[in-house]
């Protein structure tokens, strides 16, 4: 139970932090744009 709890919890931070360089990827296009 553990390991699946952190697994899950590991996997949505992950998600978390790609969806958070994406965002400041996007900005920083378009601000070269």
Request: hydrophobic share 35%.
């Amino acid at each position: 139970a553990r390991r699946k709890t952190g697994t899950a919890l590991g996997h949505e931070f992950k998600m978390k932090m790609a969806d958070l360089c994406r965002l400041l990827f996007n900005g920083s296009e378009d601000n070269q744009k």
